[in-house]
């Protein structure tokens, strides 16, 4: 459904990206993984529209999206979260989901000025939906706070869940797991499980191993900008390149050999 | 929402019970000026604190409103109503064009595009002589009429311009409390998260934008019909400064702040008339004392007294229970 053709991106004189091509089966979790600068969240920041590549392509679904703004990639029902959460502080944790359901409503500015019956019922669907999905990932009783008022393991799953508000059909989460303690991320796992049975394709980017491995049908690593290695979380967890891509780093030495 | 529709029905009442207990044609001046005023600053509002956005320049878009509907009107002939609103589109189509390329880009340019605009529009307001009178400005500009009525006396005005502004205000409530509304607050808080959602960015900062021009070119169009007389002073780069510290002061984040800041800012020079002179000088402390000790503005202040008392209220339950 997903695929990127020799994606190139620098910044300045550094290669951020350099000649990546992987692609996505309808249904998949790919996990992302890879060092630091490896340049994972580069590329979530071209397939979700914030910037294009310098070269190569972006296909979705068969059609071209490589030079799409953000806001018409969403419209194609890809969604994301942030590695460093953006969730919007001075709004409600309710508001929040209500945005997120941005692309649901249809009501402009003429139903708007005149709160029209129609924009009304749609206001009312709109609520619905959010309390709905607010309940669904455990947040129904903090609908009216302050959104900044949540524990941090909370604003991960309301960014989860404000990605989700609209109905993706590819997700892109960015180090969902970060930050989170050991129950928290058992949920998450629990709660990214049931994804798949709603044939949600993902892409996630993690270093909590243990996760990406049981989550993920594949794994593409990425070093230095470059795809160093392709296949099943078994294979690539024996792959000399990726043990060598880590070498250096000893957490991920032992977290890949755990 | 609900409350802020009680509020309104409150001012509505309050603001049509005012002249069977106030007979002063003095004090029908000041409120029709904040009446108009706030139009602007309404509109200033929704601009600033809903979209993140601020405009140096919003005295010269009331300055479009006044001149095009004096021009229409003295030199042209066409019925004041319909000049009203030949001003507003060409003030909407004008704000576009200064809007459509500096609104793609992150960061202030709109401050700095709109200063610009507002010192153009200065100068054409004084240079075109033939047209705007120059800088002695232009008379003869006809009273609105509606019904057989002519609202050429401070009364009648006083009625028309605060219809204007409830009406303004009721439909800015409904816009804050909609997707639309939703989704501004949402690029005025954080940009990329809300184009990652579908929200198209640029295009619903530059409706905002040309919105809130449209409101001061409606304010433009009823001061010009008030005073029957225009002339370059009110829509210079103090007069838009003025309306961004009534935005400030009375609070971006709330509409009703739009009203504070203006009812205070507008009616503060007329209890000092003394202290002409150091006007300025006064705003100033003014706007440094809100910034330190409320800088929620006005209405922020008074919302959290609010709060205070309902927590005291409902302190002896919370210690028995």
């Known amino acids: 459904m997903l695929e990127l053709v020799e994606i190139g991106k620098s910044f300045g004189g550094v290669r951020a990206l350099d000649n990546v091509s992987f692609a996505l089966e309808q249904g998949e979790i790919l996990g992302l993984i890879g060092p630091n600068g490896a340049g994972k969240t580069t590329l979530f920041n071209i397939i979700s529209g914030i910037f294009p590549p310098d070269q190569g392509r972006v296909r979705f679904q068969g059609k071209d999206i490589t030079r799409l703004a953000a806001h018409k990639i969403a419209r194609l029902n890809i969604f994301r979260t942030f590695q460093n959460l953006s969730i919007f502080d001075g709004m409600t944790v309710l508001e929040n989901l209500l945005v997120g359901n941005h692309l649901v409503g249809k009501a402009g500015i003429f139903s708007a000025f005149l709160k029209t019956p129609w924009e009304r019922r749609e206001e009312r669907m709109i609520q619905r939906r959010a309390l709905n999905l607010l309940a669904e990932i455990g947040l129904a009783a903090a609908a009216n706070l302050p959104a900044k008022s949540l524990a941090f393991g909370k604003l991960r799953l309301l960014e989860l869940g404000r990605a989700l508000a609209a109905g993706p059909q590819l997700l892109l989460l960015d180090e969902p797991a970060a930050g989170l303690n050991q129950r928290e991320t058992e949920e998450l796992m629990a709660f990214l499980a049931g994804l798949r049975e709603k044939e949600i394709t993902i892409i996630v980017i993690e270093h909590d191993m243990s996760l990406v491995m049981e989550l993920s049908d594949r794994v593409v690593v990425l070093d230095q900008g470059k795809k160093i290695a392709e296949g099943r979380p078994r294979e690539v967890q024996q792959n000399p390149a990726v043990l060598t891509a880590y070498l250096g780093e000893d957490d991920w030495i032992k977290s890949l050999r755990r | 929402m609900k409350r802020d529709w009680l ?273 300025m000088f006064v705003y100033g402390i003014i706007m440094i004392l809100v910034m330190i000790f409320a800088p929620k503005g006005l209405a922020g202040m008074i919302g959290k007294v609010g709060s205070l008392a309902r927590i005291r209220l409902k302190e002896p339950n919370a210690g028995t229970g």
């Open chain 2, 7 to 279: 509020i309104w029905l409150g001012a509505a009442i309050l603001i049509f019970a005012t002249p069977s207990f106030i007979k002063s044609p003095y004090f029908f001046t000041v409120l029709i000026f904040i009446a108009i005023n706030g139009i602007v600053v309404l509109g200033l509002t929704l601009l600033m604190g809903f979209a993140g956005q601020v405009s140096l320049g919003h005295a010269g878009f009331f300055g479009l409103g006044a001149y095009f509907s004096a021009i229409l009107t003295y030199h042209y002939h066409f019925d004041p109503w319909i000049a009203m609103v030949l001003a507003l589109v060409a003030t909407l189509f004008i704000a576009s064009l200064l809007g459509i390329p500096t609104l793609r880009l992150h960061g202030h340019y709109l401050a700095m595009a709109t200063l610009g605009l507002g010192v153009v529009l200065q100068i054409i307001f004084k240079e075109e002589v033939e047209l705007t009178g120059g800088p002695s400005g232009m008379g003869g500009i006809p009273y609105l009429k509606a019904f057989g009525i002519s609202f050429s006396n401070d009364y009648r005005f006083y009625f028309l311009s605060w219809a204007f502004m409830l009406l303004l205000l009721g439909l800015s409530i409904n816009l804050v409390h909609s997707r639309i509304g939703r989704a501004l607050r949402a690029i005025s808080q954080n940009q990329v998260a809300a184009g990652t959602l579908g929200i198209p960015v640029s295009r619903l900062k530059l409706l905002i934008f040309a919105l809130s021009a449209g409101y001061a070119s409606l304010a433009g169009s009823l001061y010009a019909h008030y005073m029957t007389f225009v002339s370059p002073g009110p829509f210079g780069f103090m007069a838009s400064v003025k309306m961004v510290a009534m935005v400030v002061i009375g609070g971006s984040t709330s509409l009703w702040g739009a009203l504070l800041g203006t009812a205070l800012l507008v009616s503060l020079p007329e209890l000092l008339t003394k202290l002409q002179d150091y006007e």
